[in-house]
T-cell receptor
Framework: GQQLNQSPQSMFIQEGEDVSMNCTSS?????WLWYKQEPGEGPVLLIA?????ELTSNGRLTAQFGITRKDSFLNISASIPSDVGIYFCAGPKYQTGANNLFFGTGTRLTVIP | GAGVSQSPSNKVTEKGKDVELRCDPI?????LYWYRQRLGQGLEFLIYFQGNSAPDKSGLPSDRFSAERTGESVSTLTIQRTQQEDSAVYLC?????????????FGEGSWLTVV
């Protein structure tokens, strides 16, 4: 079945540093989504990617949809303490793009002030 | 409220007891999802409801798990004869049918602890 693997599993960084994390799949996705989950909360969408090669920014966040459609990365520039949380990649469960999502294993980010 | 609402927010139950978790989706959202998240792990799909279509139950881990939805409103996830491995956060989400994948909204989850 479809699997989404994220790396690294966890990161400890100093405030102000840049962060890079990625997500790889065993099969092709037509859409890539990046979510952030803060403690005690549900995931919240950060960025959505719809085309291979697409590079999209949202403030200090930048994400890219890999050319092979089997990977994506998320970068966070100039990290701040509120960036702390778990970052998940996600893609639709079915190739038709139905709303049901597979989620990656998550990257846990800790920012040290 | 404006968001997806889940109850209870926390539940501690004894092994072997049944539990019911409730989800109130955003008004007008025809699609509703249940996910499970074990401590420190990713989200595991459980079940998906879309309008009046037959639900996608392919993620339910065993026949102890079941879910119902009344029309396009409230859903309940029932776990019978709970086991310790059922301890997790159960997240509900909803979306509009004709929206792209990026408009799935999550509730804050129901934390279940089986002792």
């Amino acid at each position: 079945g479809q699997q989404l693997n994220q790396s690294p599993q966890s990161m400890f960084i100093q405030e102000g540093e840049d962060v890079s994390m990625n997500c790889t799949s065993s099969s092709i996705f037509n859409t890539w989504l990046w979510y952030k989950q803060e403690p005690g909360e549900g995931p919240v969408l950060l960025i959505a990617l719809y085309k291979a090669g697409e590079l999209t920014s949202n403030g200090r966040l930048t994400a890219q949809f890999g050319i092979t459609r089997k990977d994506s990365f998320l970068n966070i520039s100039a990290s701040i303490p509120s960036d702390v949380g778990i970052y998940f990649c996600a893609g639709p469960k079915y190739q038709t793009g139905a709303n049901n999502l597979f989620f990656g294993t998550g990257t846990r980010l800790t920012v040290i002030p | 409220g404006a968001g997806v609402s889940q109850s209870p927010s926390n539940k501690v139950t004894e092994k072997g007891k049944d539990v019911e978790l409730r989800c109130d989706p955003i008004s007008g959202h025809t699609a509703l999802y249940w996910y499970r998240q074990r401590l420190g792990q990713g989200l595991e799909f459980l079940i998906y409801f879309q309008g009046n279509s037959a639900p996608d139950k392919s993620g339910l881990p065993s026949d102890r798990f079941s879910a119902e939805r009344t029309g396009e409103s409230v859903s309940t996830l029932t776990i019978q004869r709970t086991q310790q491995e059922d301890s997790a956060v159960y997240l509900c989400a909803s979306s509009l049918w004709d929206s792209p994948e990026n408009t799935i909204y999550f509730g804050e989850g129901s934390w279940l602890t089986v002792v």
